[in-house]
């Protein structure tokens, strides 16, 4: 594939997230002593850094990526909420979508870094379901924005906070499937099974043992079956499951297989889900068969594991390597 292929193709879609977002924020220091009062390390501040993360970390993919996105959410009407949608603003994200409620505050994942290393992660968040009035507000919304500018694709990014609802998730894969618009869900365990009619169902090795309640190898065999017994429970028509230094395993209606992780130095895992889940939503946005989806999103998540805390996909560099 030509170097400029990728972008190419990925600056003419447009793609959609709904779910749960949140502020990842950094407090980064040097540790050079032991506290007095107590046996643990003191920091001395230096940065701070804030960061999108969650379903707010995969609309940053996609339009990393080039791409047209816009993001659909709940949050609250509180500093947070300013915080990230000051990076999604400065990234120029469409964050209109996220509809602020007093009845629950931002999700926020602090993470205290000390010398390179994290020390200490403390979060703030309302894991409660929307109220009927916040699901009305949300789908109305995500629905008028997709009838205005129909997007090639939508993600659906569930971290069992509290937004993606069983009447929202129904909703949502309705709407998309009226109007012939791919859906692809990175799901938790909660609402693992209320995804049935999804276009692709992005779980993680350890999200499908949970699921299923099964020990699952990641071999083949092992992750046929288990697609099998999930496709009973909730049809979809294709799977992608991530299985971290062994790969993905990808399955549709005409093949399946193991595509091996490329050796990383890996810094940081935070992050790479909504990556692959991003990339992934761009590929099938492309009309790529599920193979390409599952080795162009496998690459593109171990790219991002090579930087420390949550980053976006540097779009030149996934086109250097799936060249």
């Given at each position: 594939m030509a170097q400029s292929s990728l972008r190419k193709l990925f600056s003419s879609q447009r793609v959609y997230v709904i779910g749960d977002v949140m502020l990842d924020h950094y407090i980064l220091g040097k540790v050079d002593r032991i506290s007095p009062e107590a046996p643990v390390p003191v920091v001395a501040v230096a940065a701070?850094?804030?960061?999108?993360?969650?379903?707010?970390n995969v609309a940053l993919n996609i339009k990393a990526c080039g791409a047209e996105t816009a993001i659909f959410s709940v949050i609250g009407d509180d500093t947070t909420a300013k915080k990230l949608r000051a990076v999604l603003t400065k990234a120029k994200v469409d964050h209109k979508g996220m509809i602020a409620s007093k009845e629950r505050m931002t999700t926020m994942k602090a993470r205290v870094i000390g010398n390179n290393h994290q020390l200490l992660r403390y979060d703030q968040e309302d894991t409660h379901a929307l109220s009927n009035k916040e699901e009305i507000a949300l789908f109305k919304a995500f629905s008028a924005a997709c009838t205005k500018k129909k997007p090639n694709a939508v993600v659906l990014e569930d971290y069992d906070k509290g937004v993606l609802t069983p009447t929202l998730i129904k909703q949502v894969i309705t709407f998309c499937n009226k109007h012939k618009i791919p859906t692809l869900v990175d799901p938790k365990?909660?609402?693992?099974?209320?995804?049935?009619?999804?276009?692709?169902?992005?779980?993680?090795?350890?999200e499908m043992r949970e699921g299923l309640g099964e020990t699952i190898e990641p071999n083949p065999p092992a992750l046929k079956k288990a697609v099998e017994a999930l496709n009973k429970k909730m049809p979809h028509e294709a799977t992608l499951i991530t299985l971290a230094e062994h790969g993905v395993f990808y399955s549709d209606a005409n093949n399946e297989g193991v595509i091996p992780a490329h050796l990383r130095r890996i810094a940081d895992v935070s992050g790479a889900g909504d990556t692959v889940v991003a990339v992934a939503a761009l590929a099938v946005a492309a009309k790529f068969p599920m193979h390409e989806v599952a080795a162009l999103s496998n690459l593109a998540g171990g790219l991002v594991c090579e930087h420390p805390g949550v980053v976006s996909i540097d779009i030149k560099k996934l086109e250097e390597e799936y060249a």
């Open positions: 701070y850094d804030d960061r999108a993360g969650g379903a707010a365990k909660k609402h693992f099974f209320d995804y049935s009619g999804c276009t692709v169902f992005k779980p993680n090795l350890k």
